[in-house]
Nanobody, 124 residues
């Protein structure tokens, strides 16, 4: 079974940078889509960034575009989210997600596998 494990979150100040990682294990194929979602306290889970391969096309929400970069390292079997210029409103639990039949990349209901999440807290 596919398993996803996030890491890299923490407590940082506004303007700082972070790199989140998602280690992937189990059976996958080259057509799988992966994404980062985030959920702030009292809010619905929202899409942040996604990637489809083998084409490696990337997609971003308006709130993170220009500050977040999603990428993957095939040799390490790991998905990354590089974050710059963090803002207090970026505070959330960040989740890694994966699926092989994703109609809309920004819709959480299509994904079949999720990690446990990693907390990112940004102070003013």
């Amino acid at each position: 079974q596919v398993q996803l494990v996030e890491s890299g979150g923490g407590l940082v100040q506004a303007g700082d940078s972070l790199r989140l990682s998602c280690a992937v294990s189990g059976r996958t194929d080259s057509a799988w889509t992966m994404a980062w979602f985030r959920q702030a306290p009292g809010k619905d889970r929202e899409f942040a960034a996604g990637i489809r391969w083998p084409g490696d096309n990337t997609y971003y929400s308006d709130s993170v575009k220009g500050r977040f970069t999603i990428s993957r390292d095939n040799a390490k079997n790991t998905l990354y989210l590089q974050i710059h210029s963090l803002r207090p409103e970026d505070t959330a639990v960040y989740y890694c997600a994966a699926g092989n039949r994703i109609l809309f990349i920004n819709t959480a209901g299509y994904y079949t596998h999720w990690g446990q999440g990693t907390q990112v807290t940004v102070s003013s």
